[in-house]
């Protein structure tokens, strides 16, 4: 585990939002109103289609929704969908190129250390907390908590909250629920909004589990920050010891190859291609986060004979993501020598 401590900035423009750590600049995004992921709006049923399992929904857009008929909550509690049906749907992921919106009927309220469900009764705990004795201790805490009134998933915030401090905002959102509830009673035009998050409450609830240190207004990013942004646009990005990154975009997937370039290490060439690879980790997940890639994510690392040597970058790059406040899975090294790995897709924040 990376032990350096974090210094981490966000900065709220007129029209953007962007994460700084320890100088580098993680997170740019414009906080643009058409972008609604997390958002819970009123939809109308437009098109039932049970045999791709699905519904499409009129959530007030020249695109149409897309809702899957059943949840993955097993305890999910809603009614059996109908055409026609007024439904309050929230976006999980924004609609890109094609394809519309991905929604849910399982709402979901976020907290700084706890995920409010109100329709169901799970109470889980994040997966980024790994003690298995503490994850056993706070579903104990969930269950007492909630006491069947909800389902919540208890965050990894909470590791430094007590147990009065989750029952607080247990509380606080479930209060919060109950004013969302009534307006989705008197809602009756598709895409009516009934709830939504500030973008800023968003990125320090997210990111509290790792300490937020300040917020700080500003009309134009720093320059040195400025300059990172324009480089991310960039196919090529340099790392520190000379070597590069080429990253591609295709429909399916993202493609990425570490080059060693003109990097030139200090011993062999063997230390000098896993010297590249490990600075290349650093530069991957930066530029993953810079530019919310999601999907499926095929990385080239230039070859190592060894198994140590892989293992080394395998973990480099695990601990390069564990700042990133979205869900990111390293699968591992596949037949053919590459890393993969998939990353949440959702809109911004």
């Known amino acids: 585990m990376n032990e350096t401590k974090i210094r981490r900035v966000i900065w709220k423009g007129p029209d953007f939002c962007a994460v700084e750590e320890n100088g580098v600049l993680q997170e740019y995004f414009q906080t643009d109103s058409r972008d609604q992921a997390g958002a819970i709006l009123m939809g109308k ?15 007030g857009r020249k695109k149409a929704g897309f809702l899957p008929l059943k949840e993955n909550s097993l305890s999910f509690q809603g009614t059996e969908l109908k055409s026609g049906m007024k439904i309050a749907v929230q976006i999980r992921k924004e609609e890109i190129g094609e394809k519309g919106a991905f929604l849910t009927r399982d709402l979901t309220l976020p907290g700084r250390n706890i995920l409010l469900m109100p329709r169901n009764r799970y109470i889980g705990v994040s997966s980024r907390i790994s003690d298995e004795e503490k994850k056993a201790e706070f579903r104990e805490t969930g269950k007492r908590i909630a006491a069947e009134r909800t389902g919540l998933v208890i965050r990894a915030n909470a590791l430094q909250a007590t147990e009065e ?4 905002e247990t509380e606080l959102l479930i209060q919060e629920w109950k004013e969302t509830e009534k307006r989705i009673g008197e809602a009756t035009t598709a895409g009516e909004v009934l709830y939504e998050t500030d973008p800023i409450r968003r990125l320090t609830e997210d990111y509290g589990h790792t300490g937020i240190s300040e917020v700080r207004e ?14 991310a646009g960039n196919r090529t990005i340099r790392i520190g010891n000379g070597g590069n990154i080429i990253i591609d975009r295709c429909e399916a997937m993202t493609v990425i190859d570490v080059n060693t370039g003109s990097a030139s290490g200090s ?17 991957i997940a930066s530029q993953v986060r810079l530019r919310n890639l999601s999907g499926m994510i095929l990385i080239d690392f230039i070859d190592m004979p060894g198994e140590e040597a892989r293992n080394q970058v395998e973990n480099r790059l695990r601990d390069a993501f564990t700042r990133d406040r ?13 890393m993969e790995m998939t990353r949440k897709r959702t809109g911004n924040p």
């Open 165 to 168: 401090e989750i029952k607080n």
């Open 218 to 231: 500003t009309d134009i990013l720093p320059t040195a920050l400025e300059a990172q942004k324009r480089i």
């Open 326 to 338: 979205r869900k990111t899975v390293i699968h591992g090294w596949t037949r053919l020598g590459l």
């Open 267 to 283: 011993g062999t060439p063997e230390a000098t291609i896993l010297e590249t690879n490990l600075a290349a980790c650093e530069a």
């Open 45 to 59: 049923v437009d098109r039932m289609m049970p045999g791709l399992g699905c519904a499409f929904v009129d959530i």
